[in-house]
């Protein structure tokens, strides 16, 4: 009997044992289904799938094989599901919060983005670039290696931006407020020490300081006349710096008031509206049907990669599969860049030819089908890689896993208008020196030898003027100055040979 017992309890062990070879899940529990994930052998799921029955969840059906990178996500599907027993996820103890006082928001120096500047890598940038995410700075992409002069001014191109926060948070120094405390401390130490007279050791103590403190009141007595007087200019004095404390404490604080008041802001979400699209990028305080009263909603973002570029989707935004619940945040209104300090300057996009080749090295502003009317398009930088070595790709700009739209001119700081060049004097062939200049007034051709003799002079009109050089070959450098008026026009040495 006993033999049976003991190898009943050994094919117990063996048999938890495997199940829990069997079972990796058994540790942590079930968890929300994903797809994409291609770990579905791994894991049981206890939300996420699609025709889930009531207190059930769901394994991958191991007579499939070899998992697959997407899978069918109906869970009544058993020939790629099977129902299991729910394993709750082990409990986490909960985390204390911390403290916000004892944090503040450090701001990082971001600045404002000017192309051109070829140090993208050297700061983050709070403004300048196009189609910034509100209340977002954003990073130079490191993974792209060298740092171009000249760069895309899209943020949302993440090829190139890297999203960050504009501020870090930190913790407050508290070095004040251990020095107050510590003077609370030794106060109350003093207070107590000489108040504390209730013990019966301390009772002779507390006669003697008794009586000696009568002693000394009698002369402190005929000296609080004279402290009188004095302490009465001195009350007033301060009486009359705190005054003045006061109004300056309050001037500080009614211009931070006032400089407060000047920021403004604005709800972070927007209306829904059916077929716009860009849902993955907003969320939402209104449109939506069966909203609840105040409260805002975004995209489920297990949802994001099918249909984040989809038009029509469902509305409703009591559907989890769809939608879920997220903060009504406001976001401070960031004046746009003074627009006379910027202008446009031409990505130089081309004509897309079928065949061409060469796909991740342009822009494209005609050729393709279905482009929008003064719209331009690029190759999503995820399919660089497949097109790199290709002739001929899908040439439908529709077709958003090929192509994506892009600015066709930058906008890029105004650069200083360059000086006007001043007309030179050129010396061409046949021994004659010709001169081009942009005004058609009268000038003066004077020609000079090194030593400032005057050799030859005349004068002319027009733009274009050839004069004879050939009876000043071979005798030097000669300095050739045109005037027009008093005002030098040009100036030149010049040696005919």
């Given at each position: 009997?006993?033999?049976?017992?003991?190898?009943?309890?050994a094919?117990?062990?063996?048999?938890?044992?495997?199940?829990a070879?069997?079972?990796?899940?058994?540790?942590?529990?079930?968890?929300?289904?994903?797809?994409?994930?291609?770990?579905y052998?791994?894991?049981?799921?206890?939300?996420?799938?699609?025709?889930m029955?009531?207190?059930?969840?769901y394994?991958?059906?191991?007579?499939?094989?070899?998992?697959?990178?997407w899978?069918?996500?109906?869970?009544?599907?058993?020939?790629?599901?099977?129902?299991?027993e729910?394993?709750?996820?082990?409990?986490?103890?909960?985390?204390e919060?911390?403290d916000?006082?004892?944090y503040?928001?450090?701001?990082?120096?971001?600045?404002?983005?000017?192309?051109?500047?070829g140090?993208?890598?050297?700061?983050?940038?709070i403004?300048?670039?196009?189609?910034?995410?509100?209340?977002k700075?954003?990073?130079?992409?490191?993974?792209?290696?060298?740092?171009?002069?000249?760069?895309?001014?899209?943020?949302?191109?993440?090829?190139?931006?890297?999203?960050?926060?504009?501020?870090?948070t930190?913790?407050?120094?508290?070095?004040?407020?251990?020095?107050?405390?510590?003077?609370?401390?030794?106060?109350?130490?003093?207070?107590?020490?000489?108040?504390?007279?209730?013990?019966?050791?301390?009772?002779?103590n507390?006669?003697?300081?008794?009586?000696?403190?009568?002693?000394?009141?009698?002369?402190s007595?005929?000296?609080?006349?004279?402290?009188?007087?004095?302490?009465?200019?001195?009350s007033?004095s301060?009486?009359?710096?705190?005054?003045?404390?006061e109004?300056?404490?309050?001037?500080?604080s009614s211009?931070?008031?006032?400089?407060?008041s000047?920021?403004?802001?604005?709800d972070?979400?927007?209306?829904?509206?059916?077929?716009?699209?860009?849902?993955a990028?907003?969320?939402?305080?209104?449109?939506?049907?069966?909203?609840?009263?105040?409260?805002?909603?975004?995209?489920?973002?297990?949802r994001?990669?099918?249909?984040?570029n989809?038009?029509?989707?469902?509305?409703?935004?009591?559907?989890?599969?769809?939608w879920?619940?997220?903060?009504c945040?406001?976001?401070?209104?960031?004046?746009?860049?003074d627009?006379?300090?910027?202008?446009?300057?031409?990505?130089?996009?081309?004509?897309?030819?079928?065949?061409?080749?060469?796909?991740?090295?342009n822009?494209?502003?005609a050729?393709?089908?279905?482009m929008?009317e003064?719209?331009?398009?690029?190759?999503?930088?995820?399919?660089?890689?497949q097109?790199?070595?290709?002739?001929?790709?899908?040439?439908?700009?529709?077709?958003?896993y090929?192509?994506?739209?892009?600015?066709?001119?930058?906008?890029?700081?105004?650069?200083?208008?360059?000086?006007?060049s001043?007309?030179?004097?050129?010396?061409a062939?046949?021994?004659?020196?010709?001169?081009?200049?942009t005004?058609?007034?009268?000038?003066?051709?004077?020609v000079?030898?090194?030593?400032?003799?005057?050799l030859?002079?005349?004068?002319?009109?027009?733009?274009?003027?050839?004069?004879?050089?050939?009876?000043?070959?071979?005798?030097?450098?000669?300095?050739?100055?045109?005037?027009s008026?008093?005002?030098?026009?040009?100036?030149?040495?010049?040696?005919?040979?």
């Amino acid at each position: 009997m006993k033999k049976f017992i003991y190898s009943s309890l050994a094919v117990a062990m063996l048999a938890s044992f495997a199940v829990a070879q069997t079972t990796p899940w058994a540790e942590k529990g079930c968890v929300a289904f994903v797809n994409g994930t291609g770990d579905y052998n791994q894991n049981c799921y206890n939300s996420g799938l699609l025709d889930m029955a009531d207190g059930k969840c769901y394994t991958f059906n191991t007579e499939r094989g070899p998992v697959p990178q997407w899978i069918n996500n109906v869970a009544s599907q058993t020939w790629w599901w099977v129902e299991t027993e729910c394993v709750a996820a082990p409990e986490v103890p909960p985390v204390e919060p911390r403290d916000p006082s004892t944090y503040t928001l450090e701001d990082k120096g971001c600045i404002p983005f000017v192309n051109g500047t070829g140090d993208y890598n050297q700061h983050c940038y709070i403004s300048g670039l196009l189609d910034m995410a509100e209340g977002k700075c954003y990073t130079y992409n490191t993974e792209r290696g060298p740092v171009p002069q000249w760069i895309n001014n899209v943020a949302s191109q993440t090829w190139w931006w890297v999203e960050t926060e504009c501020a870090d948070t930190v913790l407050v120094s508290s070095s004040s407020s251990d020095i107050s405390s510590s003077s609370e401390e030794s106060s109350s130490s003093e207070v107590s020490s000489s108040s504390d007279c209730s013990g019966t050791e301390l009772a002779e103590n507390c006669e003697d300081s008794s009586s000696s403190s009568e002693e000394s009141s009698s002369s402190s007595e005929e000296s609080s006349s004279s402290e009188e007087s004095s302490s009465s200019e001195e009350s007033s004095s301060s009486e009359e710096s705190s005054s003045s404390e006061e109004s300056s404490s309050s001037e500080e604080s009614s211009s931070s008031e006032e400089s407060s008041s000047s920021v403004e802001y604005t709800d972070k979400c927007i209306t829904y509206v059916h077929g716009a699209g860009h849902y993955a990028e907003n969320c939402y305080k209104a449109g939506l049907n069966n909203m609840a009263e105040g409260k805002c909603y975004e995209l489920n973002p297990d949802r994001v990669e099918q249909y984040g570029n989809a038009l029509y989707i469902n509305p409703t935004a009591t559907d989890p599969y769809w939608w879920q619940e997220t903060e009504c945040a406001q976001v401070e209104v960031v004046p746009p860049p003074d627009p006379d300090t910027y202008e446009l300057q031409d990505k130089g996009c081309i004509e897309y030819v079928h065949g061409a080749g060469n796909w991740t090295t342009n822009c494209y502003n005609a050729g393709l089908n279905g482009m929008e009317e003064g719209k331009c398009y690029e190759i999503k930088p995820a399919r660089y890689a497949q097109v790199a070595n290709q002739q001929y790709i899908n040439g439908n700009a529709f077709d958003t896993y090929w192509w994506q739209e892009t600015l066709c001119a930058d906008t890029v700081f105004k650069s200083e208008p360059k000086p006007e060049s001043k007309p030179e004097p050129k010396f061409a062939a046949g021994k004659a020196l010709e001169v081009v200049a942009t005004t058609a007034d009268i000038k003066t051709l004077r020609v000079f030898d090194m030593n400032g003799k005057l050799l030859h002079s005349e004068s002319f009109t027009g733009a274009i003027k050839d004069v004879d050089f050939a009876k000043f070959a071979g005798n030097g450098v000669r300095l050739v100055r045109i005037t027009s008026g008093n005002k030098l026009v040009a100036m030149k040495r010049i040696a005919a040979r």
